[in-house]
C-alpha cells in the first residue's frame, strides 16, 4: 500500500479522532506491514497503527487518561477491527 495515500481505516481513525479531540497535530501512522504475517494481520494492510496527536483536551490529563480519551474516540475500532495502536498523545507545549 502507498503510504501516502491513507486506507480507510486510517482515515476513519483520523475522522474520530478530530471530530472527539480537535488535535492541533496528528498523525496516523499505518505500521501494518511491519507485521505482515504475524498475528493480528488480517490481511488488510491496515492493522497496526501509531497515532500521534497534541490536543488541549490533554492538558492536566496523566498518560493514561489521555489514552483512555484516545480510546473512547476510537470507540469500537481497537481490539475490533485494528490488532494494535501505539498511542503518543501531548498537550500544547510539552
Known amino acids: ?12 481513525i483520523e475522522n474520530r479522532l478530530r471530530t472527539a479531540l480537535s488535535p492541533l497535530q496528528l498523525d496516523v501512522i499505518n505500521d501494518s506491514a511491519k507485521h505482515s504475517g504475524h ?35 476510537l470507540g469500537d475500532l481497537p481490539g475490533q477491527k485494528v490488532h494494535a495502536m501505539a498511542i503518543k498523545a501531548r498537550a500544547p507545549g510539552e
Request: glycine share 10%; hydrophobic share 35%.
Open 1 to 12: 500500500m502507498d503510504t501516502k495515500t491513507k486506507g480507510p481505516m486510517a482515515s476513519e
Open 39 to 73: 498475528m493480528g494481520d488480517d490481511g488488510s494492510g491496515e492493522s497496526h497503527f501509531t497515532v500521534i496527536i497534541e490536543s488541549a483536551a490533554f492538558t492536566g490529563k496523566s498518560r493514561l487518561e489521555r489514552q483512555r480519551m484516545v480510546n473512547a474516540a
